[in-house]
C-alpha cells in the first residue's frame, strides 16, 4: 500500500499559503524580516504540530499505521485480541527411588541452577509399581526466559521429596513469550477475516495456527494426501519448533469447532536446507580511513543476510540479495562462491551452515 498523507504539515508549505492568502487579501507584500510574518511563523509553528497530531491520529485507525493500544483496539472487530505473555513448558520426567502410590504435589520445582524455575500445574499421582512419571512444567515466569532448555538440563529439584531420585527434562523447553509485538499482532488482524470459515481454506489454519504463540512469524500449510493438512510453523528468529511448540499448534488446530471433520491434521517442523556460506570482498583505497567501519558493516549486513533468509518459509537461496547489501555496507567489490541460488518449497527454511567471509583488502577503482 502507498504511504499517504492524511493533512499537509510541513510548516515551509503552511507558511507558504498562508503568506499568499495575506497578499492576495492585502495586496501587502510580506518581506522575511516584516513583523508580521514573524508573528504568522509563530501561528504556523502551532498549526503544524496541531496538523502532525491529528494526522497521527487520523493513521491510527489504519491498520498499516496503527501502534501499540490502538492496534488492540483496531483488533476488536474481528475479536482478534493480542497474544498475552505465555510460559515455557517442558515435560519433566520424575525417577523414583521408592516404587510406591505417592503424589508430586502441584507447585513442585525444578531448575537448572540458574535461578529459572518450573513448576508442576496440578498434583500427579504415581501408581504403584512405577519407576518414573512425566509431568508438565511450565516456567514460574512469563517470557522468554524460560526458553533453551535442553533435555537433561532442568536436573535439579528445588522443593525434595524423599522418593524422588533425580529428575530430568524430556523436551525442549519452549513457547515462553512476551506480549505479541505490534507487527505480527497486525498482520493477524489482516489474516483474521480467514477464521470466519472452518478451517479449510490454508488461510484459516495460517490464522489458527498463529494464534498458538506469539513466537510463530510464518506457517506452510499443505496437503500432501486428500484428507491430511500437513501444517509446518516457523518461529521467530528463524527458530525451529520443538515439540512444546508443535503440540500448541496441534490443540489449537485440531480444535473440533476449528477443523473440518474429514481432516486430518498434522503439524510437524519445517524441512531445513542448509547452505554454505563463502564470501570474498573488497573495499575501495579511497576509503581506506573507513575501511575498520565498513569492515564491521559487512560483517553486520552479513548477519543481516543469514537472518533474513531463515525468517520465512519458502525463501529461496539467494546470493544476490546478499552481494546487494554488502554493497550497500560500503564494500567495493564482491564475490560469492557460495550459496548457488536454490529453490525452496514453501515447507522449507534455508539454514546456513559453514561460514567463511574474506577481506580481500583495498583496490583501485
Not at 134 to 151: F, K, L, M, R
Not at 305 to 322: A, C, F, N, P
Request: hydrophobic share 40%.
Amino acid at each position: 500500500m502507498p504511504d499517504i498523507t492524511i493533512v499537509e504539515k510541513s510548516p515551509e508549505k503552511i507558511e507558504n499559503e498562508a503568506v499568499a492568502i495575506f497578499e492576495s487579501e492585502t495586496k501587502i507584500k510580506l518581506v522575511p524580516a516584516d513583523p508580521r510574518r514573524k508573528f504568522m511563523q509563530v501561528i504556523i509553528a502551532l498549526l503544524a504540530q496541531q496538523r502532525s497530531n491529528i494526522d497521527f491520529a487520523a493513521k491510527q485507525t489504519l491498520l498499516a499505521y496503527a501502534i501499540s493500544d490502538n492496534l488492540d483496539h483496531l483488533g476488536v472487530p474481528s475479536d482478534t485480541p493480542r497474544l498475552e505473555p505465555s510460559f515455557a513448558k517442558t515435560t519433566q520426567r520424575f525417577h523414583l527411588s521408592v516404587a510406591q502410590p505417592q503424589t508430586i504435589p502441584k507447585g513442585t520445582r525444578v531448575t537448572a541452577g540458574d535461578g529459572v524455575f518450573f513448576a508442576v500445574q496440578q498434583d500427579m499421582p504415581v501408581q504403584i509399581g512405577q519407576l518414573f512419571v512425566d509431568v508438565e512444567v511450565w516456567c514460574t515466569e512469563a517470557g522468554d526466559s524460560g526458553n533453551g532448555y535442553v533435555p537433561g538440563e532442568l536436573n535439579q529439584l528445588v522443593d525434595p521429596l524423599r522418593w524422588v531420585a533425580k529428575v530430568e527434562n524430556l523436551t525442549k523447553s519452549e513457547g515462553g513469550a512476551d506480549w505479541e509485538e505490534d507487527d505480527p499482532y497486525a498482520d493477524r488482524i489482516r489474516q483474521a477475516p480467514e477464521k470466519f470459515s472452518v478451517a479449510g481454506p490454508d488461510g484459516a489454519y495460517i490464522y489458527w495456527a498463529r494464534t498458538a504463540s506469539s513466537l510463530i512469524v510464518d506457517v506452510s500449510v499443505r496437503s500432501p494426501s486428500p484428507g491430511v493438512v500437513e501444517i509446518r510453523p516457523l518461529l521467530k528468529g528463524g527458530n525451529i519448533p520443538g515439540q512444546e511448540i508443535l503440540d500448541m499448534v496441534q490443540e489449537k488446530c485440531n480444535d473440533r469447532k476449528v477443523r473440518p471433520l474429514t481432516d486430518q491434521v498434522q503439524v510437524i517442523a519445517p524441512e531445513i536446507v542448509h547452505y554454505d556460506l563463502k564470501v570474498t570482498y573488497w573495499i575501495a583505497i579511497d576509503k581506506s580511513t573507513i575501511a575498520t567501519s565498513i569492515q564491521t558493516d559487512v560483517q553486520q549486513a552479513i548477519e543481516a543476510y543469514k537472518l533474513w533468509q531463515k525468517s520465512k518459509l519458502g525463501r529461496d537461496i539467494d546470493s544476490s540479495e546478499l552481494i546487494a547489501r554488502i554493497k550497500n555496507a560500503g564494500a567495493k567489490r564482491v564475490i560469492v562462491t557460495l550459496p548457488a541460488y536454490q529453490k525452496l518449497e514453501p515447507y522449507q527454511v534455508a539454514k546456513e551452515n559453514v561460514v567463511s567471509v574474506t577481506y580481500g583488502g583495498l583496490e583501485d577503482d
